[in-house]
């Protein structure tokens, strides 16, 4: 690893930090990428701890570390750690999102044509469930989002705008940060997909202007499978609700009430799995040091 915020990178070095170069020429980042030694090693060395000392004994020793996950994770796309909350992945993250909004009958959600499958599927699950309309905002020419298109479909019952900035198959990318000035302008939720973003270019939330954004571990960002975040702003965060809590989002004040966590680690639950999210942090930290304009 370079350790340093150039605009290059030492590929001799990249390849010796990644033993999977050794047996093949592997492109596929946008499935799950070969993660760094440095990820696997926070990985496999966690379990072992854990099968040596006890779960519960092992997440104590490395309780400072999994704590600066949240600073990593925040630098990764301009956030305060507070807004961050982690995930198993990033469908999770991102329903976990979706679904704590209030749709009310006659509320209209605005995506993309080429929106997550997964996230379309809920979309059409909440539009049954709620009575709420899904529309999909016209492309320009090469098949992106067109922002003009979006300004003239908003109206005062749009209660939600939801992309992707680059899906999955076909290297299309959205124009998510036009989209977050309408967003703004308006004041309408915007949640950003950035699943194929994170780990492969610089991301951030402020010029994004987006009020929550889910991501991936296993793709650019090169993180074990079974990792994502999210990312949901402060001013957003204080007025909503997880749709489902546990005794780590929330605690009992008495028999009859209960209190939210005041960060978004109000979406996660008591119970994680230590050595992945260990993982998922060390290759927060690989990005950042190798820097996100260089890679
Ligand atoms: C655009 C996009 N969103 C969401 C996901 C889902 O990510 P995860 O598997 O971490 O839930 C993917 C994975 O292919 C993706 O490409």
């Known amino acids: 690893m370079t350790g340093s915020r150039s605009n290059s990178i030492d590929l001799a070095a990249e390849r010796r930090d990644t033993p999977g170069v050794a047996h093949r020429a ?8 070969l993660m760094p030694r440095q990820v696997l090693q926070a990985v496999t060395d966690h379990l072992s701890r854990e099968s040596e000392i006890g779960g519960y ?3 104590a020793e490395q309780a400072a570390r999994l704590d600066r996950i949240y600073d990593s994770i925040a630098m990764l796309v301009g956030a305060h750690r507070d807004e961050i909350s982690i995930a198993e992945n990033a469908t999770v993250a991102w329903q976990r999102a979706f679904c704590s909004m209030d749709f009310q009958p006659g509320d209209r959600i605005l995506t993309t044509s080429a929106e997550f499958a ?26 992106a989002l067109d922002p003009g298109g979006l300004d003239r479909m908003i109206d005062g019952r749009v209660r939600l705008i939801a992309i992707t900035w680059i899906p999955t198959n076909g290297g299309l ?5 036009e989209v977050g000035r309408i967003a703004r302008a308006h004041g309408i939720p915007y949640l950003l997909d ?29 993180a074990p499978r079974g990792t994502g975040f999210l ?19 929330a605690k009992v004040v008495d028999l009859g009430s209960y209190e939210l ?8 639950t008591w119970e994680t799995n230590y050595s992945t999210r260990l993982g998922l942090g060390a ?7 190798l820097g996100l304009e260089a890679i």
């Open 118 to 143: 997964a996230n379309y599927i809920a979309f059409l699950q909440i539009a049954r469930r709620n009575g709420v309309s899904v529309e999909v905002v016209p492309d320009d020419d090469s098949g």
């Open 261 to 268: 966590r005041p960060d978004a680690r109000r979406f996660e």
């Open 194 to 222: 950035a699943c194929q973003a994170i780990g492969q270019m610089p991301v951030d939330v402020e010029a994004l202007g987006c009020d929550m954004l889910t991501a991936t571990g296993r793709k650019f960002l090169r």
């Open 283 to 289: 290759a927060a930290d690989y990005a950042l040091a």
């Open 173 to 177: 990318i959205n124009p998510a940060t």
């Open 231 to 249: 990312y949901i702003r402060r001013a957003l965060l204080e007025r909503t609700e997880p749709s489902m809590l546990d005794l780590f989002g």
């Open 57 to 59: 004994e092992a997440a």
């Open 26 to 33: 592997h492109f596929n980042n946008a499935g799950a990428a």
